[in-house]
């Protein structure tokens, strides 16, 4: 729908920093019909703004692309990202991951910090470009939030873990502590029974029989020391004290990250995001450095050029695009926000992904390595130690640190590139969150410590909820949110909408033109051409997909899941997808006039003060939409940048 950009009832709903009127925007080169009415006298209408207080910008461009960073790499390219491409043919797993890079997770990614830096807002009010589809931002915000309230546990496990490292001797290292049961074995000799090596006779006093019963220390600590897991979802059991203590503490930590806003939180980055790399050289040269490391990483890469011709390799590698550039959650959005208005997001945007995809790249060497060395040590194929998410941080590189000397270090250095890998991604996930909660309230109720006590209401609401977490049934709570809340699913279904708003309600060229009067130059054709064809079919492919193949959620490929958790693990995934089809419905609902006139009226944008105060004030309002590509108006788009 070519609406026009603006127009004399265009709304003004924010302010624009003093730091950002250096900046001049002289549309279609009519900067001379500019000083001509102005020696002429005539006096432009003055702009009428709400008391607001500014909004924070960055305080050097490289604060937004280290929190884009910290919060886009996190925990999934290192424990994820690895173990799909030794699953999914190895180096071959690249074709697909990069292609739909290029198609889906880029195009994306610049849309919604491009959005952000535009519509200068959080995640629901970016939303005024098409208010209609307002739902659009409350979904987010369901989404984002359920994600606060989970992804956090996993750093309380880790605080836990790295606690536990400065022992002289690893408590998951042995089988003599309380919490061990009369199964409890430190050293396995499966593949020998199976081989006949041993046949019927026994070792450590046990047959083989026996043997085959046993549980390692490492996971009987996972299970009955951290979680002290119960049977099921249906008995919740006690709360665990100490690891209780570890997300209060890591809550601690995010809230006084959070609480002064991005001008704290751009500091912070440039440790929690850059540390992590440091660890993972040292442990690649640690790594390495084993015996079987070679083999682990010829596992890593090794192409099996067949697995091209799987659906469920395309679908992987979407999939992992989809979470590890973390799109949907309305956090990026929030975080170009807070750029200047023409700030290059383009050229961010590519350098952001591309440290993203390359940190995963990196990491599966780590990874490998280590777990290359671990299968050499047991005598087994790297297969069978072969692990992802939980699975990989809290049992199988906690075994392999036991195989190394001096254990506690290495144990101690991966926890702790653990904690902040997750810690950059949580607390700014939530200034998305928050974000868009300061963006609604309205500036009548502006106070002076709005933002601290905003801030500290959501963590406190968070923790609450996470209590139910640390309880013996805590890991069942755990995954119906991880399975649902912010799966695969939700995150599709808001990108393929994202995308169908940009390019076709609001016009996907006519935005492209906005972006190019931000940063003085066209982005290249072909991802608007993303925007409109390639993305969201690659959303709704992927998306179908998953809803075909559903299976319902199993804890240990065991334990089956009661009816009612299900439905509400899928009350979870609807509360988010249903905001969009419910909002347009309650809009054109309340609306009146035909439906044609509903529709135009509610998908006229609400203009912030910040875009009149980049139009010249006599130039024709209209020209910030009526720029056409090719055409002789979009030849010259000039700005004074405030870099």
Known sequence: MENTALNSECCIVDGVSNEEKKGHLIPNGNGHQHRHSRASGTIPPPVVRAEVPERDMWTRQMDFIMSCVGFAVGLGNVWRFPYLCYKNGGGVFFIPYITIMLTGGIPIFFLEISLGQFMKAGSINVWNIAPLFKGLGYASMVIVFYCNTYYIMVLAWGFYYLVKSFTHTLPWSSCKNPWNSENCIEIFRHDECRNGTIGNATFGNMTCEELATGRS??????????????????????????????????????????????????????????????????????????????????????????????AQVWIDAGTQIFFSYAIGLGALTALGSYNRFNNDCYKDAFIIS???????????????????????????????????????????????????????LWAALFFFMLLLLGLDSQFVGVEGFITGILDILPGKYYMRYRREITVAVCCGLCFIIDLSMVTQGGMYVFQLFDYYSASGMTLLWQTFWECVVVSWVYGGDRFMDDIARMIGYRPFPLVTWCWKFVTPCVCMGIFIFHLV????????????????????GWCFALSSMLCIPATVIYKMFRAKGTFRERWLHLTKPVWGAH??????????????????????????????SVM
Not at 284 to 310: C, E, F, M, N
Not at 550 to 568: A, F, M, Q
């Open 217 to 310: 220390p490492i996971i009987e600590f996972w299970e009955n020391k951290v979680l002290n897991i119960s049977s099921g979802l249906e008995t919740p059991g006690s709360i665990n004290w100490e690891v209780m203590l570890c997300l209060m503490a890591t809550w601690v930590i995010v809230y006084f990250c959070v609480w002064k806003g991005v001008k704290s939180t751009g500091k912070i980055v440039y440790f929690t995001a850059t540390f992590p790399y440091v660890v993972l050289i040292i442990l690649l040269i640690r790594g390495v450095t084993l015996p079987g490391a070679h083999d682990g990483i010829l596992y890593y890469l090794k192409p099996d050029w067949s697995k091209l011709a799987s």
């Open 354 to 408: 591309l440290i993203n995809s390359g940190t995963s790249f990196f990491a599966g060497f780590v990874v490998f390595s280590i777990l290359g060395f671990m299968a050499s040590e047991q005598g087994v194929d790297i297969s069978k130690v072969a692990e992802s998410g939980p699975g990989l941080a809290f049992i199988a590189y906690p075994k392999a640190v036991t195989l190394m000397p001096i254990a506690p």
């Open 549 to 568: 193949n559903y299976k319902p959620l199993t804890y240990n490929k065991v334990y089956v899941y009661p009816w009612w958790g299900e439905v509400i």
């Open 611 to 640: 875009h009149l105060e980049y139009m010249s004030p006599d130039a024709d309002i209209k020209s910030l939409a009526s720029l056409t590509p090719g055409s002789e108006d979009n030849k010259v788009i000039i700005f004074e």
